[in-house]
Each structure stands twice: as structure tokens, then as C-alpha cells.
């Protein structure tokens, strides 16, 4: 899973930098994951600006701007939630491309309706958004790690829609 990782962050990268992209993120269950991948790539200061981990309901509220109301009426882990991230994200820095993220990785937090392994993602970019729902399987590890190959896989597509 790390080569595959690794092979679709260089994908990322070239294709940021040939269409002169910034990306930022806004991570809940994977806890920076996603940035971190980001950041394991030597010169990706040229396209990656920076990332949130904003764990917390209040933390998703006070650095990213998220209504307490989406908050209180759907839960940090649903559609509204990371759409209202990538667009705190976007609005906070000057970056093109927003990345968000928020899950249960387990193994405790699942209800019958959002068992564990139920990860929500979304970006946007240039006003086009995207979201997607995942149920993954496995332990924690694993359901952390398929979230960051899902993001990386969805912002490969965000951008090539572009082109």
C-alpha cells in the first residue's frame, strides 16, 4: 500500500505543478496522514501550502469556519461536514485545491448508521466540488491508509477533470 501511496503522490505532484496548483488539506480521522504523504515528496513546497487537522467538532468550527448547526444537525462525519472543510480551507489560505476528510477509523465510534470504516471525502477546486462516501474494512491502520490513497486518487481526478 505505501509504493501505491507513494506512486500516486509523485502523480500528484507533477500534475500540480505543470497546472501551477497549490493543495491544502483538512483532516480528521487520518490525523495529518494526508499532509504528511504530501510533505514526504522533497520540493513539495511548491505546490502543497499547508493542512489542518482538525480533529475536534470545535476545532472543525474554529480553524475552518464549520457551522455548528451542519455540525449539530449531520455530524462531523457527512457530506455537509467536508464540503463546509474544503471551503474553510480554501477561504483560510491561498490554495487552489482543498483535500478534507473526517471518518471513523475505529475500532470504537460506529453506529448502525455510520459503522467504523465509514470515511467521507470531498475537494474542490476552481469552484467544482466533489464528494465521496467509503465504507473500508480492516483495523484503524488500514482504514486511515485507504482514505489517503481514496484522497490522493480524488484530487489526481479533480485536477485532470481540468484538463
Request: hydrophobic share 40%; with cysteine; charged share 20%.
Amino acid at each position: 500500500m505505501l509504493n501505491k501511496i507513494s506512486t500516486l503522490t509523485e502523480q500528484l505532484a507533477q500534475l500540480a505543478i505543470s497546472h501551477q496548483l497549490k493543495l491544502v488539506t483538512a483532516e480528521s480521522c487520518t490525523g495529518g496522514y494526508i499532509s504528511k504523504t504530501l510533505t514526504d515528496l522533497a520540493g513539495s513546497s511548491s505546490w502543497f501550502e499547508c493542512g489542518f487537522v482538525t480533529y475536534s467538532n470545535a476545532s472543525k468550527e474554529t480553524l475552518l469556519g464549520v457551522d455548528n448547526s451542519l455540525l449539530t444537525r449531520y455530524g462531523a462525519v457527512s457530506e455537509e461536514v467536508i464540503k463546509a472543510m474544503c471551503k474553510g480551507a480554501l477561504e483560510r489560505t491561498t490554495a487552489h485545491l482543498a483535500i478534507s476528510v473526517s471518518g471513523i477509523a475505529g475500532p470504537d465510534g460506529g453506529t448502525e448508521d455510520k459503522p467504523v470504516g465509514t470515511v467521507w471525502l470531498g475537494w474542490q477546486l476552481d469552484g467544482l466540488e466533489h464528494t465521496a462516501q467509503f465504507i473500508f474494512k480492516g483495523h484503524r491502520a488500514d482504514i486511515r491508509e485507504q482514505a489517503v490513497v481514496e484522497a490522493l486518487k480524488g484530487a489526481i481526478s479533480m485536477i485532470q477533470q481540468k484538463d
